[in-house]
Each structure stands twice: as C-alpha cells, then as structure tokens.
C-alpha cells in the first residue's frame, strides 16, 4: 500500500537558518503531494500542494517540488522564523480518497 | 477552500460513556473523513462518510465504537462509544474542496479519565 516516510523529529535551529524536512513515499498510481502544519493546541492547515511531477508547491516562503525519480517531496525555507515552530506532516492522496501521512517532524525554532 | 466547525473543541469525559463530536461545513460536500491523532502521533483515518450512505470504516476501527451519522451535505458526527483511557486523542474531521485537497476542522481534544 501507499506509504510517506518522513524526516525524523525534533528538529531545533536558530531564527533565520535554512531549513530542510526531508519526506518520501511510496505509492501505486500519481497521488496529489501535500505539506500540512499544525501550529500549537491547532487543527491542520494545508501549507502546500502539488498534483503532478515536476510542480513546485510554494506558500509563506515554504517550497517543495515533487520529484517522480527520486519519489520525494522535500520541505524547504530559507530563513526560518519562531513563528515557524510547529509539527509538519507529509502526505500523499488526492481526489476523494483517503490521504496517508508520515508520522511528522516537530519543528523548533529559537531566536 | 472550506471553512469547517467542530464542537466540542475539547471535552473530558469518564471511562464507559459516550462523546457525540460535530463537524460542520460551510459548502454542500460529497466525501467526509474521520481521523483521530493519538497523543504525540500522526493522524489514522477511522472512516469516510457519504451522505446517504453507511460510512466505510478502516481496518481496526467498527461501527459499534464509532457510529457515524451524515444526514446531509454539510454535517457529520463521530460519536466515540464506551469510552476508555485509550480513545484520549484529537478527532478531527476534513472535506474534500478544490478538486483534491482535503480541509480539516480544528479538532476536538479528548480526553477520558
């Protein structure tokens, strides 16, 4: 069955610092790729999407391009900020069926 | 997008009784799903409600613990039946918009003493 296998957690950097949540999957098909975040005592909101191979999701300087060859879906930032720290979910799916998540990777980050 | 309410947002309820959980949506909706986060975990789909018909569960979750109503495009509800320590956890709900995204509503934290 399909799979998302992610980053291991927690993941501490300084304000500013580079950041990479590495994420990969296993699925039958061509899922839909998406990046949640849920913020402290708060539901998931969708940070990013992509529906095919080779699309880059962006939002709130956040990147993650789907690559098809390495079947990977990385979470990028340049400079990350304390508002950023959070638990970043992978997952993968689409359309009306069920999406399959990794396990998630908390994210600090200290001024 | 869509806009989705839970109530209660969270809820502490003693061994043996039963939590009836709410999810409203603010557009008319074909699929919705049931996840519950287990402390510190992921999130596990429990089922997908249609309207109109019996919601399909997944492995390892039954109708008997987890009866689902849909009796309309825009609501649901989870009811958690018996309840032990072991159902403390975040149950969310979510809907599918935009063509293949899916929303989840803030979630109702649980937890049974």
């Known amino acids: 069955g399909d799979s998302v296998t992610q980053m291991e957690g927690p993941v501490t950097l300084s304000e500013e610092a580079f950041l990479t949540i590495n994420c990969t999957y296993t699925?039958?098909?061509?899922?839909?790729l998406f990046w949640y975040v849920q913020y402290p005592g708060e539901g998931l909101q969708l940070l990013l999407k992509?529906?095919?191979?080779?699309d880059k999701g962006s939002n709130k300087g956040f990147e993650a391009t789907y690559r098809k060859e390495t079947t990977s879906f990385h979470l990028e930032k340049g400079s990350v900020q304390v508002s950023d720290s959070a638990v970043y979910f992978c997952?993968?799916?689409?359309?009306?069926?069920?999406?399959?998540f990794g396990t998630g990777t908390r994210l600090t980050i200290i001024p | 997008s869509a806009v989705i309410s839970q109530k209660p947002s969270r809820d502490i309820c003693q061994r043996g009784t039963s939590l009836t959980i709410q999810c409203q949506v603010d557009?008319?909706?074909?699929?919705m799903f049931w996840y519950r986060q287990q402390p510190g975990q992921s999130l596990t789909l429990i089922a997908t409600?249609?309207?109109?018909?019996?919601?399909?569960?997944e492995s390892g979750f039954v109708i008997d613990k987890f009866p689902i109503s849909r009796p309309n495009l825009t609501f649901s509800t989870l009811t958690v039946s018996n309840m032990s320590p072991e159902d403390s956890s975040i149950y969310l709900c979510?809907?599918?918009?935009?063509?293949?995204?899916?929303?989840f509503g803030p979630g109702t934290r649980l937890t049974v003493l």
């Open positions: 699925a039958t098909g061509y899922p839909s």
């Open positions: 979510s809907v599918v918009a935009d063509t293949d995204t899916q929303y």
């Open positions: 409600a249609n309207q109109g018909s019996e919601a399909t569960y």
């Open positions: 557009s008319q909706v074909t699929m």
């Open positions: 992509a529906t095919k191979a080779d």
């Open positions: 997952a993968l799916g689409g359309g009306n069926e069920k999406l399959t």
